[in-house]
Every structure is written in C-alpha cells, then in structure tokens.
C-alpha cells in the first residue's frame, strides 16, 4: 500500500471552513435525497452580494468555530454515499469533536483542537496524531500572500432551507481552468456551512456534503467527549509523528509553479513497510490556493507494492501515480485532473 492510500485525509473546502476532518476522510463513494433540500426561487427573495470574497469565507470558518451542533453529515458522488454522524462543541478557544461513520468499516474520531484520536474497533488499535494543517485555511486567508480573490470570484444566487435550516446560497467560481466551482449553502444568521457541491467546469456536481439533519446550540459537556478521547481500554495505542521538513531539504523542487497554489506545508512520515527500513522516510508536500489543495507524496519506489503508472478520479478526488527516478510519486487533490499533471511533470528531483 501506497503513502497516499495510508493517508489518505482530504483537506478541501469544506474541511478548511471548519466541517468535521474525520467526515471528510470517509471514502466518497448517490447523492443524497432532494427531499434535503427545499428551493426558493432566487426571483422571489432579496439575495445580498458578498462584499468580499475572503470576508466571507472568514465569516463561515469563525461559525464553524463558534457554534456547537449535532448532526448527521453525508458525502457522496455518482458511485455511492458514505456518511457519518458529528458531534461538535465550542467553549471559547476549545473545540472537541466526535465523529461516527455510518457506512463502511465501523471508526470513531475524536478531534481536540489539533489532536486527533482515530478509534478502529476491528482492529482494536488507537491512531493517535497531530495535525498541524487544521489551522491552514483563516492562516492562508490572513496571509499577505493570500490570493485567492485573484483566482475565484463570488456570486449570490438565493436563499434554501436545508435540513430545516434557512441558508444562504453562494457559488465561487475560478477564473481558470485550473480548480473547480463551488456552491455553497451557509445558515443566514451565523455563516455556518450546511451543505458544499463542488462543480466541474461543465456545471456537474461532481461531489457533494451535507447535513442531512442538524441540531444547532445543543447543550454538549466538553468534558464528557474528552473523556471518551482519551478512554482506550482494550485498543492498542500507536502514534503517528510528523516531522516538519522541507521539500528542498529532501531534494525535491515544483521547476514550474502553478498558477494561484502555494506551498503551505512539508513532512515526513514514518514509513511502516519493514522494505523502506534504513531509507528515506516517505515525504508529503502540500499545496493550495486557499480552497483546494494538492498533496504530493513521495516514497521510495518499490516493484512489488507500485505497479503501473496510473489516474484515478473519485468525486472531487483526482489522484496520478508515477515514478521518478528510484520514487513513486502520488500527487492527489480536489481540482481537475489537468491541474494535477501540472504538478506531476513539474516535481523534479534536484541533481
């Protein structure tokens, strides 16, 4: 198994603004009933325009930080629906969430503020990691750097109830041909996202997440959901470490950026194939524009785990392997697949 199988969490959209990392690591595999969503006609209400794009987006990533709710969040694309359900609770600074998948392999997920515990009660083993990226979106956004008004635009196109919830209805659209649309639904009175599509440049949803039930300010005790975090009775405990590097320092290089992406992190990750003992730790390099990212992942090539060069595309996912030199490369993102051979042809390693 790849580097990129074995980490494979998305970080995109939704989860910048804020929505449950755990939901969005759950393979998306119908989209959900219409019957989640009423419309009203964009003719018959008072749509208001963003004033500015990364206002805006700011405003959705504070709500997600401010409010606590219960819920049950769906993630599907053309091939299947995979779904979860989330507890979240805000006091001040401190958020602490729950999550429980509903579809495949049973797992509960527990995220307080940067630390994430992964329970796998089939294998009775305990994930314990630290992921630093959470903090990627408001930082990008409040960057000098930060671009991304260069590179979308926003429209309002009117009011829905979702999951009971009234909404205000906004789409990003690139201004390249580089990412993707979205459109995005966000409760009127707070900015809290409920529901995200992301769109192909012919205007298909390719992917889509929601609430299909949400209870909004519900009186959830911190405390009792530390508690269950850090209860591991039973399960074999294994941490994962990180180690900040930099793809220079490992000898890589982009020779060509790519229009509007920036280089927000770079670790290594331990290997745990007993083939790359005594070898370069496998190494994840990530992009993004502010809204989509793009990971590269390198690893040591090795004959009998990478076979053929290969795309795959899985909702909003796109995903190319390819080798380079003694290195498999697995370059993965939430944007059009020609965004990611951009990326692919463009990593080169240093002489």
Not at 16 to 35: F, Q, R
Not at 265 to 292: H, I, K
Request: charged residues 25%; proline residues 4%; glycine residues 6%.
């Amino acid at each position: 198994m790849c580097v990129a199988e074995r980490c494979f969490g998305r970080v995109w959209l939704g989860f910048a603004l804020g929505l449950a990392s755990a939901v969005l690591a759950v393979p998306t595999l119908a989209a959900p009933p219409d019957s989640m969503t009423l419309r009203v006609p964009v003719s018959a209400v008072n749509v208001a325009e963003p004033a500015n794009i990364t206002d805006w987006l700011m405003r959705m990533h504070e709500a997600s930080r401010k409010r606590s709710y219960v819920g049950t969040f769906v993630v599907s694309s053309s091939a299947a629906m995979s779904s979860a359900r989330i507890w979240h609770v805000c006091q001040g600074d401190e958020q602490v969430e729950r999550v429980e998948t509903l579809t495949g392999s049973p797992r509960s997920v527990y995220r307080h503020n940067k630390q994430v515990h992964t329970f796998m009660p089939d294998s009775k083993v305990m994930l314990s990691e630290r992921r630093e990226s959470l903090g990627m979106f408001p930082d990008l956004l409040k960057s000098a750097g930060s671009g991304i008004a260069g590179y979308y635009t926003s429209k309002a196109v009117g009011h829905e109830r979702v999951a009971g919830i009234k909404t205000d209805v906004v789409e990003l659209r690139p201004k390249d041909n580089l990412r993707f649309a979205y459109r995005i639904w966000a409760e009127e009175k707070s900015g809290l996202v409920i529901k995200l599509q992301t769109l192909n440049a012919e205007d298909q949803v390719i992917e889509q997440a929601a609430f299909s039930e949400l209870q909004l300010d519900v009186p959830l005790k911190m405390e009792k959901l530390l508690q269950m975090m850090v209860k591991t009775d039973g399960y074999r405990v294994e941490k994962l470490t990180l180690h900040k590097t930099t793809a220079d320092a490992e000898g890589w290089v982009l020779k060509t950026p790519v229009a509007g992406f920036n280089s927000v992190s770079c670790y290594q990750r331990p290997a745990t194939n007993s083939t790359f003992v005594g070898r370069a730790e496998p190494m994840q390099w990530t992009f993004s524009d502010g809204l989509a990212s793009v990971s590269l992942f390198v690893e040591p090539y090795d004959e009998q785990h990478h076979k053929q060069e290969s795309s795959l595309s899985i909702g909003a996912t796109q995903t190319i392997t390819r080798r380079v030199d003694a290195y498999w490369v697995t370059v993965m993102g939430e944007v059009p697949l020609a965004t990611l051979k951009l990326f692919a042809s463009g990593l080169e390693r240093k002489r």
